[in-house]
C-alpha cells in the first residue's frame, strides 16, 4: 500500500465517522420515527443500513460519473450542496406534515369519559393497542415514513466521499474502490451505532404519558433537525 492511499484511508474513517457524528439528520430521524412507530430495534436497524446504504452510494454515483467526465471538482461539490440543500428541506417539509397529522391523530384519540349504568364515570381513549382502532392503512403509513427517510438521505449525499475519491482516483482505480468501501462502512457504522445509543438514552426515560403525542414529537424533531443542519451549513 502506497504511504498516499494509507493516508487517504486514514482520512476517510476519520472524515466518515466524524461527519456523521456532527451531522444529527444521520440517526435523529431514525430514533424519532421509531419511537412514534413502535418499530423493534432490528427493524430500526435494517431501515438505517438501507438508508445509509443510499446516501453513500448516491455519493458515490456522482462522484464515478464526475470523474469518467472529467468533470471539476468544484462543479460536483455545488451539485452535491444544492442536493444537500433540497434534501433539508424536504426533511422540514416532511417533519410538518408528519406533525400535523400527529396533532390529527392525538386529537382523534384524546380521553374522553363514558357515564356506567352504574352512575360512574369511565374515563379512557380509543387507544390502538387497547381497540384496534388503528389507522385505516398502517402498512401505507410505514412504506411513506420509510421512503420518507430514505429520500432525505439519498438526496443529501456524503459531501466529502467525492473529494476522496478524486484523490484516489490519481493512484489507482483501487485506491477508488478502497476509499468508497472504508468510507461507506464506516459512515453507516456510526449511524447504527448513534441510532443504538440514542435510542438506549431514550428508553432509560419514562414515558408513557407522551405517547399519545409521540408523532408530534416526532415530527417536530425531523423540523427542528432540519433547520440546525441548514443553519450549520450556512454558517460553514
Not at 478524486?166 to 461507506?184: E, M, W, Y
Request: net charge positive.
Amino acid at each position: 500500500m502506497s504511504v498516499e492511499l494509507g493516508t487517504l484511508l486514514i482520512t476517510a474513517i476519520s472524515v466518515g465517522t466524524f461527519h456523521t457524528l456532527i451531522g444529527i439528520d444521520h440517526y435523529i430521524p431514525f430514533v424519532a420515527l421509531s419511537k412514534a412507530n413502535h418499530w423493534k430495534y432490528l427493524k430500526t436497524m435494517a431501515v438505517v443500513l438501507i438508508c445509509g446504504l443510499g446516501h453513500v452510494l448516491s455519493s458515490v454515483l456522482l462522484g464515478l460519473v464526475g470523474i469518467w467526465l472529467g468533470a471539476e471538482l468544484g462543479l460536483l461539490q455545488n451539485i452535491d450542496n444544492i442536493s444537500a440543500f433540497i434534501a433539508m428541506w424536504f426533511l422540514i417539509g416532511f417533519g410538518t406534515l408528519y406533525a400535523l397529522w400527529g396533532v390529527w391523530r392525538a386529537y382523534k384519540n384524546k380521553p374522553h369519559r363514558h357515564t356506567l349504568p352504574n352512575g360512574h364515570l369511565l374515563e379512557h381513549t380509543h387507544h390502538a393497542k387497547e381497540h384496534q382502532l388503528e389507522d385505516p392503512s398502517p402498512k401505507q403509513r410505514q412504506k411513506i415514513v420509510f421512503w420518507g427517510l430514505f429520500i432525505v438521505l439519498v438526496l443529501g449525499p456524503c459531501e466529502p466521499l467525492i473529494p476522496l475519491m478524486f484523490s484516489a482516483s490519481a493512484i489507482s482505480a483501487f485506491a477508488v474502490g478502497t476509499i468508497i468501501l472504508i468510507f461507506g462502512l464506516f459512515t453507516i457504522a456510526t449511524m447504527l451505532i448513534c441510532t443504538t445509543l440514542v435510542l438506549k438514552g431514550i428508553n432509560l426515560i419514562k414515558i408513557q404519558k407522551w405517547e399519545r403525542y409521540g408523532h408530534i414529537i416526532a415530527g417536530v424533531s425531523l423540523v427542528l433537525c432540519g433547520i440546525v443542519i441548514l443553519l450549520f451549513e450556512m454558517l460553514a
